[in-house]
């Protein structure tokens, strides 16, 4: 019988190597995997490699993995918020290296990595100071630049519902990056807030299907509210 | 005395010149006033870059949740008919020339339409892109709504940009707090002045060619 979910997400994440590269979801506090990010902390794997839209908010979730100092690098495409003091300090102490990527390419350069595409070629950043040094090809009159995929060892979403085989379904705007990170990921974790039967999900509704999961986990949910600048404008 | 349109006005001046039926995606900041300003019999779909078309407004009071926001990470809603979707067909409505409007603030825009509107370029300054090179590049048309000066006095619509690009010769029209400048192959074009503003006197402090805009 095929069943991916574990008891904890402390478990879940048991086998985290250092220097792993790690794809974690959520734009902003939608979809962040908190009790995963802070499953990651407990595990203590260090020089990792995270992947995210953003650079952390407050002092929880991504945040609070950088400060607990297991982040060598953070691949983002919007880093600085009212709220992302933890990055800062580290980024302007040079504790922390920063690969700024557009944000189409970075999630096409996840989803390329799901799909199995060794590198496309894409309209954005040509001419700008982010696609300096790239490739580039004119094709049919248009200039573009050479970008490759983005692999993870591991990816760490946020999902609603799951099942044992690892279908997925996700609430509202909080889906984001999880369904191209589960696709790009040698081992996808889910943490989702509810765990069905087989066929609890229908199957038109199932967003991640479970063949791109590998490991799930039953977490309470958090009522998310914003933090406070520090000092400063919101 | 020249009497500057309001942040206000300058949204009603977008709002006026998108269409009906228009996918539109409104950056951060001040094109998100945008929304405010369009007519109520005026179906305009509205994209937002984390995974929503059919966004509608802010939720009343205590009615926040924040696994429905906006670009901004602002607690919005869906209204009937709405979509979500995962990030990489949210970009690819952006990058494969689906959407047909953006609103973007700006540094600096050069005659030509090159946009710069990411970075300073100052060493200490921590750069931060999101979604604006996509929207540069993908959206259909990219209109730009900004301050016509910095806080210095000197003009954001540029010769060249000094300023790290964001995009080459994207934008198609600049709403301003003085005009509304149409940019197009053989040069600018300037309406919607400003109470008080001649076209001369925007060419000065704008340093750069502009023609009237005709009816």
């Known amino acids: 019988m095929i069943n991916k979910v574990v008891e904890s997400a402390v478990q879940a994440l048991a086998d985290v190597p250092d220097g792993a590269t790690i794809l974690i979801g959520g734009f902003g506090s939608a979809g962040l995997p908190t009790h995963l990010t802070d499953a990651l902390i407990v595990r203590g794997a260090r020089e990792l490699t995270i992947v995210n839209n953003n650079a952390g908010n407050g002092e929880h979730g991504l945040a609070a993995l950088m400060k607990a100092g297991c982040v060598r690098k953070i691949v983002c495409s919007f880093p600085r918020q009212a709220d992302s003091w933890v990055f800062d300090e580290l980024w302007r102490a040079g504790k922390i290296e920063l690969e700024l990527v557009p944000q189409g390419n970075l999630a096409e350069r996840i989803r390329a990595a799901g799909a199995g595409i060794a590198a496309f070629f894409t309209a954005t950043g040509y001419g700008t100071e982010l696609a300096r040094g790239k490739e580039t090809r004119r094709i049919g009159g248009r200039d573009y630049v050479l970008e490759y995929p983005i692999h993870g060892d591991y990816a760490l979403v946020a999902a609603e519902t799951g099942d044992r085989w690892g279908n997925l379904s996700y609430r509202m705007t909080a889906r984001n990056f999880g369904p191209i990170m589960c696709m790009a990921a040698r081992i996808a974790v889910a943490q989702v807030h509810e765990i069905v039967e087989l066929g609890g999900i229908h199957p038109e509704h199932v967003v991640t299907p479970g063949i791109f999961v590998k490991r799930l986990v039953h977490v309470e949910r958090v009522r998310y509210k914003p933090t406070a600048a520090r000092g400063e404008e919101q | ?215």
């Open chain 2, 1 to 215: 005395m020249i009497a500057r349109h309001s942040r206000d006005q300058m949204a009603r001046h977008v709002a006026r010149d998108i269409p009906e039926g228009a996918y539109v995606n409104l950056g951060i900041g001040m094109p998100t006033l945008v929304a405010n300003h369009i007519p109520p019999e005026r179906e305009i779909v509205l994209q937002s870059e984390n995974g929503l078309l059919g966004m509608g407004p802010a939720p009343a009071a205590g009615l926040e949740d924040y696994d429905l926001i906006n670009a901004g990470k602002q607690p919005v809603t869906a209204l009937p008919g709405a979509s979500f979707f995962h990030h990489a067909d949210s970009f690819a409505m952006m990058r494969g020339g689906h959407l047909d409007i953006c609103v973007l603030g700006a540094f600096q825009v050069a005659v030509n339409g090159d946009l710069a509107n990411w970075h300073t370029g100052a060493p200490e300054a921590i750069p931060a892109v999101g979604g604006a090179m996509d929207l540069a590049s993908g959206a259909k048309e990219v209109y730009v709504m900004m301050e016509h000066l910095t806080k210095q006095g000197k003009s954001k619509i540029v010769e060249r940009c000094t300023y790290p690009l964001t995009g080459l010769g994207c934008v198609t029209r600049v709403y301003t707090d003085l005009a509304t400048i149409h940019i197009r192959p053989e040069g600018l074009f300037a309406g919607d002045l400003s109470k008080g503003l001649t076209l001369e006197e925007l060419e000065r402090i704008s340093g750069v060619r502009i023609g009237a805009l005709g009816p």
